[in-house]
């Protein structure tokens, strides 16, 4: 596999994707510098007298988002890929939308599922290209396995 050196693969063959278009069809995000997914569980605190000085609790809902941030290109700089007026519109309509990590060299290393935009940045620092910064929050539930085609 490419970039990889006693096991340790390269972030950089790790990448966001959106589906997007009529029909829709999955493309990279932006011009991304990171991308990374945060699963979580909630506690059912079940802690009562029997449980001594230790705490007891049970796994509850489940949540997970994906976050990126990038250089904000505009919808003419790179066709194939997603722009940042994409994702304001997305983020403007409340649109749910499916998304994707994966290595570009392995197909089934691969998180996906539906989400949403919570939080959408764009940032413009002298003398640096113009950034964004966004967070999707995962709808139902996350999958771990590449799409089985219909």
Do not use: H
């Amino acid at each position: 596999m490419a970039d990889q050196i006693d096991g340790f693969k390269n972030g950089t063959d790790v990448l966001l994707f959106v589906k997007y278009g009529t029909p829709a069809v999955w493309i990279p995000l932006a011009c991304l510098k990171s991308n990374g997914w945060d699963g979580s569980t909630d506690q059912i605190d079940i802690t009562s007298k029997c449980s001594g000085n230790d705490k007891d609790s049970l796994a509850g809902d489940r949540s997970w988002t994906f976050k990126a941030e990038g250089n904000a290109i505009n919808d003419k700089a790179l066709p194939s890929r997603a722009s940042f007026n994409t994702l304001a519109e997305f983020w403007s309509n409340g649109t749910r939308f499916e998304a994707k990590m994966v290595g570009v060299d392995d197909p089934d290393d691969v998180i996906r599922g539906k989400c949403y935009i919570t939080s959408l940045s764009k940032n413009a620092g002298r003398n640096e290209a113009v950034g964004f910064s966004v967070s999707l929050q995962g709808v139902g539930k996350v999958q771990f396995k590449p799409e089985v085609a219909a």
